[in-house]
């Protein structure tokens, strides 16, 4: 085991050194203020290495042992209604002490016999979604391995909607669940925009387009050859397995919204998605999976709520080191100028509202979709009274208590079975 342990590390290295002399070869000399954000960045994968040299094996299911009964047995209750909306992953991820994208993922993996349908090792599938948790940065507001937890339960609430359950393969479901597992593995806390404009390597390395989905897909492919999951499976089977997760990922770029809302709207309006072909269902799975990744706004407003308040103060982390390091503030990354309700009105308007429509359009009629589209509404509003009562600054801490909620809480509808 401390070999292998070994073995990965020194991967993970060269890797890391292959990345870097890249770079290098460019000519490209470093400032020193690029050098100092690039450490802070990479800082999660130094940590990562050096527990690793350690022999220290990153957390598994198997530390649940250390926690009371009590938060075990309402961890154990809490799956059994792992497909209701208003499932509460923050709670669940302090019941499973941090450990609920391995745990969700490995109860998801049961409850659709994937790990006998692919004849799984079990070893090897706790390393890999051991290695795909650790890798989240847990010190991220937003992009840490919660958010994949939550995107994963929403993606499995998906794939349970009638209009799909009945014609997605075990290869459709495994894929689904590992894509939503994984989509944002490694994500450093920063955009695109800042990794081009601070050179960062993994911008050069892929020529500055879907630089992080192109990383978070490679670093799976990465996980998965190393921890030798699918190694059992024909070469072919597992290199394609590997392509359509980095489909499915890539289709998480929100620069490529309009090129999928648009062909989603075109099969819809000619009613012509046949979900026997393999090549729709993978369609319909991109398009799963960007729901699943911006569903925040459609959850019930307590939930919401702090998704919002994360991803604003991820944006606003950015924005204090561009201006510490005297780069130009990007947009929704002022938290002088741009407030948590003005953020999250322009992205539901812009992003969420116009792709649950249709996905409204595809599952009809589907009582999940009622409810999502139901509190959309309702948290959009609620956004907008809140944009006009408070000051940017005050809203963070004091949205919560000074609303009263006139909603009807998250009670109706939400026990989707
Ligand atoms: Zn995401």
């Known amino acids: 085991m401390k070999v292998g342990l070994l073995q990965d590390c ?124 650790e890798d989240y940065h847990s010190q991220n507001p937003y992009h840490n391995a919660v958010h994949a937890a939550d995107v994963t339960q929403a993606m499995y609430c998906y794939l349970k909607e009638p209009k799909l359950a009945e014609q997605l393969s075990p290869l459709d479901v495994f894929l689904g669940l590992m894509a939503a597992a994984a989509h944002d593995v ?110 925040n706004p459609c959850r019930v407003w307590e939930l919401s709520r702090q998704w919002s308040e994360r991803v604003c103060e991820e944006f606003y982390r950015q924005g204090d080191l561009e201006r510490k390091f005297d780069l130009e503030i990007s947009p929704l990354c002022n938290q002088q100028a741009d407030s948590v309700p003005s953020i999250q009105i322009g992205f539901i308007s812009y992003i969420v509202e116009p792709l649950f429509e249709e996905w409204h359009r595809f599952t009809e009629p589907s009582l999940l979709s009622q409810t999502m589209m139901g509190h959309l509404h309702k948290n959009k509003a609620r956004w907008s009274r809140l944009r006009y009562a408070h000051t940017p600054s005050d809203t963070q801490t004091h949205s919560h208590a000074e609303e009263p909620e006139p909603e009807g809480g998250g009670g109706e509808g939400e026990d989707i079975p």
């Open 186 to 295: 490694d994500h450093p806390g920063v955009n695109q925009p800042f990794l081009i404009k601070t050179r960062h390597h993994l911008a050069s390395l892929y020529q500055n387009t879907s630089v992080l989905e192109s990383h978070h897909w490679r670093s799976t492919v990465g996980m998965l050859r190393e921890s030798g999951l699918l190694s059992h499976l024909p070469a072919d089977m597992s290199q394609d397995m590997e392509q359509q997760l980095g489909s499915l990922i890539l289709a998480t770029d929100i620069s490529r919204q309009n090129e999928f809302l648009l062909t989603f709207r075109e099969h819809l309006d000619n009613q012509d998605l046949d979900l026997q072909l393999a090549s729709h269902r993978h369609f319909i799975l991109q398009i799963a999976l960007k729901c699943a990744d911006v569903c």
């Open 10 to 133: 020194c991967i993970r290295l060269t890797l890391f050194d292959i990345v870097i002399s890249a770079s290098a070869q460019q000519g490209e000399v470093e400032s020193g203020t690029r050098r100092k954000i690039k450490r802070l960045l990479s800082f999660q994968r130094y940590c990562h290495a050096s527990r690793l040299l350690r022999g220290l094996v990153p957390h598994t299911p198997g530390s649940l042992h250390l926690l009371d009964d009590d938060y075990l047995g309402q961890a154990a209750h809490m799956l059994s209604k792992v497909g209701t909306w208003n499932f509460d992953i923050f709670l669940f991820d302090r019941l499973t002490n941090g450990n609920s994208l391995v745990t969700l993922m490995c109860h998801l993996f049961n409850v659709y016999g994937l790990i006998h349908h692919f004849q799984l090792d079990m070893v090897k599938l706790h390393r890999f979604l051991g290695m795909v948790q």
